[in-house]
T-cell receptor
Framework: GAVVSQHPSRVICKSGTSVKIECRSLDFQATTMFWYRQFPKQSLMLMATSNEGSKATYEQGVEKDKFLINHASLTLSTLTVTSAHPEDSSFYIC????????????FGQGTRLTVV | SQQGEEDPQALSIQEGENATMNCSYKTSINNLQWYRQNSGRGLVHLILIRSNEREKHSGRLRVTLDTSKKSSSLLITASRAADTASYFCATGSGGSNYKLTFGKGTLLTVNP
């Protein structure tokens, strides 16, 4: 299957700083990328959907100014957690879909963010 | 809101036994997908079943879909310790805004 690479896999940052997480589709062009957040032993909560070259669509309750998403190319989307707080500590996962409705999504390995 | 609801939330079986997980959903779907997640890792796609399909097989996996009951089941036959993971169903819906909505997952533990 297609490969989606997410980096970094783990990051620890201080409160008030910003953290950028990258999501790359390695062998296909991702027209749409998704960003999820997962708390321990819970399901994935969709944060936002990003389409290449346009603004991301955020789910209800997700602060767009706090979670900045950029999808500048067909192979790269970034999520920046700005002014991080301890409550932002979580597992963040991206996924990418290459075209069409109804196709499977390919997931990155996830990023464990810890804000201290 | 979460679309899919898996049950059971946790399942513990012995190697060689079959494991069945169920998923219910609430709205109309284009398809339903099952994913596996090892602890602290990303998700791996297992199988996709379209809304006009009733059953699908892939190796030791068998998925059924009953759109009248808005439910699906995932059967893993002859389980192995390596099957230990969380399993999520995800429903795909929407046209141009197509996206996946995940259930809460079933934590499967296969004891050697």
């Amino acid at each position: 299957g297609a490969v989606v690479s997410q980096h970094p896999s783990r990051v620890i940052c201080k409160s008030g700083t910003s953290v950028k997480i990258e999501c790359r589709s390695l062998d296909f062009q991702a027209t749409t990328m998704f960003w999820y957040r997962q708390f321990p032993k819970q399901s994935l909560m969709l944060m936002a959907t990003s389409n290449e070259g346009s603004k991301a669509t955020y789910e209800q309750g997700v602060e767009k100014d706090k979670f900045l998403i950029n999808h500048a190319s067909l192979t790269l989307s970034t999520l920046t957690v700005t002014s991080a707080h301890p409550e932002d500590s979580s597992f963040y996962i991206c996924s990418a879909r290459w075209q069409g409705v109804g196709t499977e999504a390919f997931f990155g390995q996830g990023t464990r963010l810890t804000v201290v | 809101s979460q679309q899919g609801e898996e049950d059971p939330q946790a399942l513990s079986i012995q190697e060689g036994e079959n494991a069945t997980m169920n998923c219910s959903y609430k709205t109309s779907i284009n398809n339903l997908q099952w994913y596996r997640q090892n602890s602290g890792r990303g998700l791996v796609h297992l199988i996709l079943i379209r809304s006009n399909e009733r059953e699908k097989h892939s190796g030791r996996l068998r998925v059924t879909l009953d759109t009248s009951k808005k439910s699906s089941s995932l059967l893993i036959t002859a389980s192995r310790a390596a099957d230990t993971a969380s399993y999520f169903c995800a429903t795909g819906s929407g046209g141009s805004n197509y996206k996946l909505t995940f259930g809460k997952g079933t934590l499967l533990t296969v004891n050697p």
